[in-house]
């Protein structure tokens, strides 16, 4: 009996000598003796190679901080508010998710940065649009994506169709493919995102002012319906119509039962002349055919040229949570991350757009037909982002083009919209 | 429906007689026991290791579920978004839900899609059991081909179904000339429910055909041996015999299939994530939006009424099974 209550009494404490040193491992873990350790949040899978390489360039720089970059993504942020732990510093879409740790005051004010000073003043209002914290810039743009229609050059040229500047030359240069035998669009309808993405945001953004629009509704709060000075089933009727004019005539056979993935595919074997697709659908176009020569242009919804505009997203925001520990080291980097050669490496290898004013111009081919757009800030934000996430707008847009009536649709979208204003 | 009565009254007995002979064998012998017979047994003292047993799930129970429910139900009276500030406002979300049309809608779905589906797999189910414990060939491969879909992941089978519903029927029917196969069932806003509702039977029959195949092997060989004799055909002897003598796991599969699809998830996300249009939006994907829409506090009330449809439709399933075991 003693024998054995002996043994025990040696295996509970081997257990506990174990434990202790298991602690210790893991906490010698964390981090570089003598090194500020900091979390850089980055999910953006296409450019995880390059960021990882930046990083590590930055750590061997200098001798004070220790950057780790965690890639687990959204959602894992999201939780890591909740638990008071987010991110030291993080680079993330820019959009409704994000606006709700602005709006709540999450976020640190980045106004003192050097970063800061040399944003361009019309994107400003862009980030407003989602929000902000009375007396905080709390988010500073990084990378700016722009979209609007892809098109196959070789289509256009082997049937002498110039880029369309109106409304009246975009629907005579669908007839003249057609009449040849060509698809006009490529379209993916079975993923809701795409129509939101492209078809929706691209006609109602070429016709309408999202910001004043937006600024209007969110004054009219629980009034907005058929009687407001704005409303989805007023101001959006029209590009709609339009939009399912495009949807109806001028798109592939089967578009309702193919997702994005078979829209490259097809895109790629030249199964249509245009594809309403964000300039991530290139590298996707290029694994398929990599010297496909394709080009952009902003869909014209007017008859207007003057009209013109492309579809942006702030596609990466630097933002510091007010909750780290580490804010000067995450300061320090992300001025690092400004640094033009930096910041223009990242978006030239990404076809994304400069937020600085001493941005470099984007010159790849795929996108320049954007270019002059973006530097007059000839830009809007798509509305189906704009939206509140919990208003299932993409479901809406998909309803819209699989023939629902589009009147009582956007009179759902009105009444949803006055609905949350009631409870918020 | 003897049988199952049967069956449950002698399991609870025997373990009730296992507990107390485990419990009073140092005390008392087994003859005084029996003579002292119930209010005896209910003041002796309960043996600490069932309470060792009950504790580490009962804590565990208490922080996972109801610490976690009763804190969402907190702030289903605020405007939290999971996050950062927030304030107290009443009522406000349950007045907003009841005029939303979404929501609505999603219990409609999600309630109407339960019954279709609990009615087809029950159907099924049945059927195949009665095939299968026949007396044919190959009966043990084939009992383990239908229990296949039970073992695979309802988000792979959904994405396979997804592909099959969206490439394989539509080329098949444009080689066919069938022009309504042409677009896929998913796509039509009025018949992706039936895709919905097809894929989830499939994933669910064998569930409810393992519980079907072990009440029918139940049956004992004679009543059918006295119904042949008598004169009842194949088709009288199933439905005067064995249904009836099934019922029990009729209840069973019929209760234990709906409370399910009333969660229904995962096959919807990878079928139609709620498409076309919002057409196949059921209650927990609503509620799930919300929490990654920002909108944490409104998806909780509508979890809560959630909570309280459920215990409502429990207490009901509770009543009749209460019913049938006292038959």
């Given amino acids: ?168 030359e975009l629907i005579a240069a669908c007839e003249a493919l057609k009449a040849v035998g060509v698809t006009p669009f490529y379209a993916t309808w079975k993923d809701d995102w795409t129509i939101a993405q492209g078809w929706f945001d691209y006609s109602v953004g070429g016709q309408v002012d999202t910001i004043d629009f937006f600024k209007k509704l969110a004054a009219e709060g629980t009034r907005v319906g058929p009687d407001s000075s704005a409303s989805f089933q007023k101001d959006f009727d029209q590009p709609v119509g339009k939009m399912l004019t495009l949807a109806q005539n001028y798109v592939n056979k089967d578009a309702a039962s193919r997702a994005y993935g078979d829209g490259n595919l097809a895109f790629s074997q030249g199964k249509a002349a245009m594809y309403l697709q964000g300039p991530w659908a290139f590298s996707e176009i290029a694994k398929t055919a990599p010297g496909m020569e394709l080009g952009t242009f902003p869909l014209p919804m007017t008859e207007d040229p003057q009209d013109l505009r492309v579809r942006v997203n702030v596609d990466l925001a630097a933002w510091i949570p007010e909750a780290s520990q580490h804010k000067e080291a995450a300061r320090e980097f992300l001025e690092y991350l400004y640094r033009p050669e930096v910041i223009d490496a990242y978006n030239a290898s990404q076809l994304g757009f400069g937020p600085t004013k001493d941005s470099a111009k984007a010159t790849d081919p795929r996108v320049a037909g954007m270019a002059e757009y973006y530097e007059q800030s000839r830009v809007y934000q798509g509305p189906s982002v704009l939206v509140p996430r919990t208003i299932p707008i993409m479901n809406y847009t998909q309803a819209i083009v699989f023939g629902a009536s589009p009147a009582s649709t956007l009179r759902t979208l009105d009444a949803d919209w006055a609905r949350l204003a009631f409870r918020q | 429906m003897s049988s199952i009565s049967t069956s449950s009254t002698s399991s609870t007995s025997s373990t009730s007689s296992a507990s107390s002979t485990s419990s009073t064998s140092a005390t008392s012998s087994p003859a005084s026991q029996r003579k002292a017979g119930r209010p005896l047994r209910s003041r002796r003292r309960v043996e600490p290791i069932f309470y060792f047993f009950l504790v580490p799930s009962l804590v565990l129970f208490t922080l996972a579920i109801t610490v976690p429910g009763i804190i969402g139900i907190f702030f289903s009276f605020t405007d939290s978004i999971g996050i950062g500030d927030w304030d107290l406002i009443g009522i406000t979300n349950y007045i907003a839900i009841f005029s939303d049309p979404a929501i609505l809608q999603s219990y409609l779905f999600t309630f109407g899609f339960s019954i279709v589906t609990v009615i087809a797999v029950n159907l099924v189910a049945f059927l195949l059991a009665v095939g299968l414990t026949a007396r044919i060939r190959m009966k043990t491969a084939l009992r383990t081909v239908f229990v296949i879909p039970m073992v695979v992941s309802g988000i792979i089978i959904a994405y396979v179904f997804n592909f099959l519903f969206s490439n394989s029927l539509p080329a098949a029917g444009a080689a066919a000339g069938i022009p309504w196969l042409e677009n896929s069932l998913l796509a039509n806003p009025d018949l992706a429910w039936i895709a919905v509702v097809l894929v989830t039977a499939w ?26 004799i008598d004169g009842a055909g194949k088709f009288q002897q199933l439905t005067k015999i064995t249904l009836p003598l099934v019922a029990g796991y009729v ?29 196949t939006r059921s209650i927990a994907m609503t509620v799930i939006a919300g929490f990654n829409g920002g909108d944490y506090a409104y998806q909780m009330a509508n979890a809560t009424i959630f909570f309280v449809v459920a215990i409502l439709i429990s207490l009901l399933q509770l009543s009749l099974t209460r019913g049938r075991n006292a038959l």
Wanted: aromatic share 8%; proline share 4%.
């Fill in chain 1, 1 to 168: 009996m003693e024998s054995v209550k002996a043994t025990r009494r040696k295996r509970l404490a081997a257990m506990v000598l174990g434990l202790a040193l298991l602690a210790g491992l893991l906490s010698g873990c964390t981090g570089t003796p003598g090194k500020e350790t900091i979390r850089f949040t980055f999910s953006k899978r296409e450019a995880i190679g390059f960021m990882t390489k930046l990083v590590a360039d930055y750590n061997a720089s200098q001798d004070r901080t220790e950057v780790v970059l965690d890639t687990s993504g959204v959602d894992v942020v999201s939780a890591s508010f909740v638990r008071g732990n987010p991110p030291d510093v993080a680079l993330a879409n820019y959009n409704m998710e994000t606006s709700r740790f602005v709006q709540r005051g999450a976020l640190s004010d980045l106004s003192g940065t050097e970063a800061a000073g040399r944003i361009r003043g019309d994107l400003q209002p862009l980030m407003d649009q989602y929000g902000s914290y009375p007396g905080r810039t709390s988010a500073l743009p990084y990378s700016v994506m722009a979209s609007s229609v892809i098109y196959n050059k070789e289509i256009f040229a082997a049937h002498n169709i110039a880029v369309p500047k109106t409304w009246s």
């Fill in chain 2, 203 to 228: 994933q669910a029959v064998p569930g409810a055909l393992l519980i079907y195949i072990a009440g029918l092997l139940a049956v004992p060989e004679d009543v059918y041996e006295a119904a042949g």
């Fill in chain 2, 251 to 279: 209840v069973i599969n019929v209760i234990l299939g709906f409370k399910g699809f009333l969660n229904a998830f995962d096959i919807i996300v990878g079928l139609t994530n709620g498409g076309p249009g919002t057409s």
